[in-house]
C-alpha cells in the first residue's frame, strides 16, 4: 500500500496493488465524485461509439452515486446498452428488495437509456435466463461497471464459498452466505435475514474483471472491515474483494467511515 495522499480539499488517496483508493470526507461527496467519474467516462465512450454497454451495481451504497449521476446533464444516454451485476432468485420484481425495481427507479425511470436488460430472477429457467443475458452482454461489450463491496467482501454476488477467479461460467446462480444475508436486512431490505433470499442470479468475477474500467462505491462504517481486508489480506476466494488489487483500471470511493480502518488514515 502506499502512502497516503492529501489534497487541500481533504480527499485522501492511496494505492494497494493497481487499485485506486479514494476518502473523502463525507458519504455524499464521495458518492458525488463516483459519479462524476462516471459522467467522464460515460463521456468519453459516448465520443468514441455509437453505443456502449455499462453495467451498474445495485444496494445502498449507489444510492448517492445514482442521485447525482442521474441528474447530471448532456450525458449521452441513449447510447448506453445497459445491464446489472445480479439479481435474488425467486423475488417479485416488484418487491422492495428487488434489483429490477432497484433500477427501475433510480435509473432507468429517470434517464432514456438506448436499452436496459433486466435479471429476470423469477423465470422458471434460469439456464435460459444466463443464456440470453450474457448473449445480450457479449453484443454490448461493456466498457465500464460500477461495484459495490459487500461485507464478507463479495463482487456482485460471488460470495467467499461461491468465487472462482477462473470461473468457465460467465453468469451463474449462487447461495448466499449468512452473512450477506444479515448485511442485506440490516440494510433495510427485509424484515429480517431469514426473509432475504437465499439464492441469486450474478455475473461472474471473470465477467466482471473483462470489463476495462471499474467504479466502485464502498461507503459508510458497515464496510470499514472488508476495506481494511480488501487492502491487506492476501489476494484470495476467502476475500473476493482483495482481487481488485490485479484490475488495471478500478478506483474505489470511501468516505472516513468506511476507510477508518486502513492505516494512516
Not at 463525507?26 to 458525488?32: H, N, P
Not at 429517470?110 to 429457467?125: K, P, T
Not at 444479515?182 to 440494510?187: D, G, I, K, L
Amino acid at each position: 500500500m502506499t502512502a497516503m495522499e492529501t489534497t487541500k480539499d481533504g480527499v485522501a488517496s492511496l494505492t494497494a496493488g493497481k487499485m485506486k483508493l479514494r476518502i473523502y470526507p463525507t458519504k455524499r461527496a464521495a458518492g458525488e465524485a463516483a459519479a462524476l467519474a462516471v459522467a467522464e467516462e460515460l463521456r468519453r465512450l459516448g465520443q468514441l461509439r455509437d453505443q456502449f454497454g455499462v453495467i451498474f451495481a445495485t444496494g445502498a451504497a449507489q444510492f448517492d452515486t445514482l442521485d447525482f449521476l442521474t441528474s447530471t446533464p448532456g450525458l449521452p444516454w441513449k447510447k448506453v446498452r445497459g445491464f446489472h451485476l445480479d439479481e435474488y432468485v425467486g423475488l417479485d420484481e416488484n418487491h422492495p428488495a428487488s434489483f429490477r425495481r432497484f433500477l427501475r427507479e433510480r435509473l432507468t425511470q429517470r434517464v432514456d437509456l438506448g436499452a436496459f436488460f433486466e435479471m429476470n430472477g423469477s423465470a422458471q429457467d434460469l439456464d435460459v435466463v444466463c443464456r440470453h443475458y450474457i448473449e445480450e452482454l457479449h453484443v454490448a461489450e461493456p466498457q465500464l461497471c460500477l461495484l459495490g463491496i459487500g461485507e464478507n467482501g463479495h463482487l456482485a454476488f460471488n460470495e467467499p464459498a461461491e468465487a472462482d477467479f477462473q470461473d468457465p461460467l460467465e453468469m451463474k446462480i449462487v447461495n448466499l452466505d449468512l452473512m450477506c444475508r444479515r448485511q442485506q436486512a440490516a440494510e433495510g431490505w427485509f424484515p429480517s435475514w431469514q426473509e432475504a433470499p437465499e439464492r441469486a442470479l450474478t455475473l461472474t468475477i471473470p465477467t466482471v474483471f473483462r470489463v476495462p474500467k471499474l467504479i466502485a462505491s464502498v461507503p459508510g462504517p458497515r464496510k470499514a472491515q472488508i476495506i481494511r481486508r480488501t487492502v491487506q489480506e492476501p489476494i484470495s476466494p476467502v476475500c473476493p474483494s482483495t482481487l481488485l488489487r490485479t484490475h488495471p483500471d478500478v478506483t474505489v470511493y470511501l468516505d472516513v467511515d468506511s476507510a477508518a480502518e486502513l492505516e494512516n488514515v
